[in-house]
Nanobody, 115 residues
């Protein structure tokens, strides 16, 4: 059974940091590009970041570039999103997405940036 389980979300003050994790199972994680996508209240899905199968190529949305870092550990079948200098505009549900032969999604984790 395929699963993507996000964790690490929560409430943080502006300027703070969080590290999201997404643990994968049920498919060949190392063969999939991994993405983080978010959805702010009342808005559509927004691509945040991606990492290739080798972990050597990463890309970021302009809105998070320089503040967020994506990484992966294929030995743990886990992808991470380190989020620093968080802003209120980063408030959203963050989803983990695996794309390859198939397309898999996690259930999301809530990130709220507020004082």
């Amino acid at each position: 059974q395929v699963q993507l389980v996000e964790s690490g979300g929560g409430l943080v003050q502006p300027g703070g940091s969080l590290r999201l994790s997404c643990a994968a199972s049920g498919f060949t994680f190392s063969s999939y590009w991994m993405y983080w996508v978010r959805q702010a209240p009342g808005k559509g899905l927004e691509w945040v970041s991606q990492i290739d199968t080798g972990g050597t190529r990463t890309n970021y949305a302009d809105s998070v570039k320089g503040r967020f870092t994506i990484s992966r550990d294929d030995t743990k079948s886990t992808v991470y999103l380190q989020m620093n200098t968080l802003k209120s505009d980063d408030t959203a549900v963050y989803y983990c997405n695996a794309r390859g032969l198939y397309n898999y999604w996690g259930q999301g984790t809530q990130v709220t940036v507020s004082s």
